[in-house]
């Protein structure tokens, strides 16, 4: 559907989203870092 995806590299998520090609991953309890993913 082309939408972006910002995820958390918990549980299976990093089998199903490729950083930087398929979506944006950002480690997990890490509000800064999934702040900053989402902004850039």
Not at 7 to 21: R, S, Y
Not at 34 to 40: H, I, K, P
Request: glycine content about 12%; aromatic content about 0%.
């Amino acid at each position: 559907m082309r939408l972006p995806v910002v995820a958390t590299t918990a549980g299976g998520i990093p089998e199903a989203v490729v950083d930087g090609e398929t979506g944006l991953l950002a480690a997990p309890r890490d509000p800064e870092g999934l702040a900053e993913r989402v902004c850039n």
